[in-house]
């Protein structure tokens, strides 16, 4: 028999708290997740076009990581702080989605 009695959940929102239904879509959305500060993503989907740090380069911050294209502009990635490039996770012509692990910093 089906259960016909809704689910509610409680949400607060600046300290007040509220009893509301959700759909499917929200249920199965990607949960926020704190950014680790060691690890360059992509903000935008896109092609790599260059890449130019090897793993164990030492880097400036401001300095150029890779090249990424999207709808024909060029965008590059810079190194957020002085670090060491730990790995490079993707390779020149590869094709990525928004949110693709780059690079990782030591």
Known sequence: MEDNNPKYQTFVVNSAKYLTLTTTKFDRRKKWQKLDPKEIRSFIPGSIIEIFVTPGQHLKAGEVILTLEAMKMYTKVTMPYDGVIKS??????????KDTLLATIE
């Open 88 to 97: 490079i996770e993707v390779t020149k012509g590869n094709k990525i989605p």
